[in-house]
């Protein structure tokens, strides 16, 4: 089943352009959600919610369009943008209550498991939260409502490696019976190495690639050689750097032949970010 699917999503601001993004997530997967500052994801993520209005494209939720059936859907959808922004002088608790009131299936047994997972104190306020804390406030609201479906803006942002790791647990337990569905942006690659199953990279508002992870890491290599190489390379690849040795640089796998495989390195996620914004620019 299509948990999701993104169709032509634009959306025309006076300095950006977010340019027919489309992807679609399946059920029971982890999505990964990655680009640099500015490149579009937050606003792909608020258009997909309705919080932007895009100008053109459609949002399909568990089949059905989402701009028509918008507040029937959201009951099944958690979203986090960022640590939450709530009330500062409340307690944790005085914002939950009012926060369930909004959804018809709250589980108070799971939201209270959460609490004592992250080892949440109900009875602080939210200004005394630190910022990691807050983010696993935000996160255990936006379980608590048996969401089918969650998408996270940065949800690992402020998280030091431990919580982190506890956090990717988490999303792995939330997937593992394989009818729900994950989306979250990070810019911590190494996260989504360990907990992805599909990668969708946007650059300059534009959807570069949409593939399972292992798919993207095979699509890529990183070759090396000398200058006087390099010539000859350069319209094959995504871009290069050079370097002290001669150069290094992002090329696609089946453009290799099977001497120069055995030789190439397979690139990581950062690698591939990296490669493809610097694509187009004077790499001298």
Not at 2 to 25: A, I, T
Not at 73 to 102: C, E, H, W
Not at 218 to 224: G, N
């Amino acid at each position: 089943m299509c948990m999701m699917k993104v169709e032509k999503l634009r959306k025309h601001y006076e300095k950006f352009l977010l340019d027919d993004v489309s992807f679609r997530l399946e059920e029971g997967y982890i999505m990964g959600f990655i680009g640099s500052n500015g490149a579009g994801k937050t606003t792909t993520l608020k258009s997909i919610m309705g919080m932007v209005h895009s100008d053109s494209g459609t949002v399909e939720v568990f089949g059905q369009d989402f701009r028509s059936n918008e507040l029937e859907l959201k009951q099944k959808i958690a979203f986090m943008l960022g640590p939450g922004d709530y009330y500062p002088t409340k307690k944790v608790s005085a914002v939950t209550d009012t926060y369930r009131r909004f959804y018809t299936d709250w589980d108070e047994s799971l939201y209270q498991s959460l609490l004592k997972r992250f080892d949440i104190d109900p009875q602080k306020k939210i200004k005394d939260l630190s910022q990691g804390m807050k983010i696993k406030y935000s996160l255990s609201l936006a379980l608590s409502h048996r969401a089918k479906l969650i998408i996270l803006d940065e949800p690992t942002s402020g998280l030091d490696p431990v919580a982190r790791d506890d956090l990717l647990e988490l999303f792995q337990e939330f997937v593992e019976q394989g009818d729900k569905s994950i989306l979250f942006s990070t810019h911590i690659t190494s996260d989504l190495e360990k907990c992805a199953d599909y990668i969708t990279y946007i650059e300059k508002g534009k959807i570069v690639e949409s593939l399972t992870k292992d798919e993207l890491m095979d699509k890529y290599r990183i070759i090396s050689g000398t200058e006087a190489q390099l010539n000859g390379l350069k319209d094959q690849m995504v871009s290069w750097k050079k370097n002290s040795f001669g150069f290094q640089g992002l090329i696609e796998t089946e453009k290799l032949g099977e001497a120069e495989r055995e030789s190439a390195s397979v690139p990581g996620l950062d690698d591939i970010m990296i490669y493809h914004s610097k694509r187009g620019q004077a790499n001298e």
